[in-house]
DNA sequence: GGGTAAGGATTGTTCAACAATCCAGCAATC
DNA sequence: GATTGCTGGATTGTTGAACAATCCTTACCC
């Protein structure tokens, strides 16, 4: 290991091999689930969907578990897999949690890695180069990217992982928004716009800028949210 | 669900039925390992253990699942699972979230509800009377179970649980200490002052005792930690 | 109408088998 | 002597079928 790009290989060795058919079972229905085809609420019945991806009931169930932990499905006991439903209460705790976890990272922007800075930078130009291309759900998952990658900043991976799974539970809210372009659009210059504020050393005024950002992406959800389920 | 306590028996609910054999045989094998019985690094081989804990391999593969979501166990693929080891760095950037995860509550301990609060209390009041009785992994538990209380006082789920998953991954590295005595005595008093600090509704000093204590805290760990497992 | 019992459908769990992969040990080569 | 290549045994990945346990619906009875 006294080669520098021995490490290299080393770090990022992990992702060459990891390939079992339940994490592929796993990844087709996250698939399904983000762009919105499986309604939240639908139940998965095993036999049926073993079926159909032609892998046994074991390994589905074992794909179910891995979409379980990303909070995409819920499991009731002997009841069976449903595709999780979010409630009003749901995105408001996942905005404050998202406030505490894209702040920390504005506020070590300062001592943030070159690396870190690079993909903050980049998800917010791949939101706009897709906004010009028309996109629009391109430019959603770019959004997504930018503020993983806000909090990527702080260059800690148990934080990193808590808002990508955050992220990923949000997108199941994203549907009830009538269209992703009036939703994602407002958003591409404030990105924009906090960016150069921590490029130039003002974190303080990224931050006000981000949790005001926040503030109202949250409203509008839960207003669209909540005239679209309603009570509850 | 007029009567209030019909609520009460609603929210509990959910654990009486729960009773998979893959929950309870992960709850046999956390056992070891938070003891420490189970060293880090340990390989867990299927079919052997599947024939002394009495159950299929299939559900011994997901009770797996279940430590390796807990972050427990790590699960490499065609290997088997492993117990997890901490490195240094693991235990720095746990201390980095709980930071976040434990101020935060502190922050909005003002809008704390009752329940909250009184939860707070009754744990350093458990580590107190642990201490009185000798109890001394009774009063590791009950430090565990006051930080779940400060961070609950911010009333997030999603909080709770970020800060339910750390504490147990940093029971890992607990048993480098080599008395858990000298290691939790001296925090049964910072304890309660942080909570009299809470209760007179000072959250700022409230906040600065916490962050003292996590740092020394994690200092004495990490030193501790390294001693043991020379470079890595 | 409301409670209840039977029935079918679905999930929970086990078992046995085979394929795919890893790993330690040994042979061959330079 | 160290590295490479191979081989056999052990372990994991995956399958399919079977049975038990549970849920849900339907029909029945009072």
Chains 1, 2 share one sequence.
Not at 36 to 48: I, K, S
Not at 55 to 67: D, I, K, Q, Y
Not at 103 to 121: F, K, V, Y
């Amino acid at each position: 290991m006294t080669q520098p790009w021995l490490s290299n290989i080393a770090a990022e060795r992990g992702v060459l091999d990891r390939s079992s058919t339940a994490a592929r079972v796993a990844d087709l229905l996250r698939e399904q689930i983000i762009t919105g085809l499986l309604v939240p609420g639908t139940r998965l019945p095993e036999e049926e969907l073993g079926k159909v991806a032609k892998v046994s009931r074991n390994t589905l169930r074992e794909a179910f578990r891995l979409l379980v932990q990303e909070r995409l499905l819920v499991h009731e006991f002997n009841r069976g897999v449903f595709v999780r439903t979010l409630t009003a209460g749901d995105v408001a705790d996942i905005y404050r949690a998202r406030r505490m976890l894209e702040c920390e990272g504005l506020r070590s922007a300062a001592t943030a890695s070159p690396a870190a800075l690079a993909r903050l930078d980049a998800a917010v130009t791949m939101g706009e180069e897709a906004a010009a291309a028309d996109l629009w759900p391109r430019v959603g998952t770019a959004d997504l990217r930018f503020h993983q990658a806000v909090t990527g900043l702080a260059g800690s991976p148990r934080l990193d992982e808590m808002v990508y799974r955050l992220l990923a539970e949000l997108r199941l809210a994203f549907h009830t928004m009538s269209s992703p372009r009036d939703f994602h659009a407002p958003y591409l210059k404030r990105n924009r716009t906090i960016v150069e504020m921590v490029r130039g050393g003002d974190s303080g005024a990224a931050e006000r800028e981000l949790l005001d950002y926040l503030d109202t992406a949250e409203t509008q959800l839960i207003r669209a949210y909540e005239a679209q389920t309603p009570d509850a």
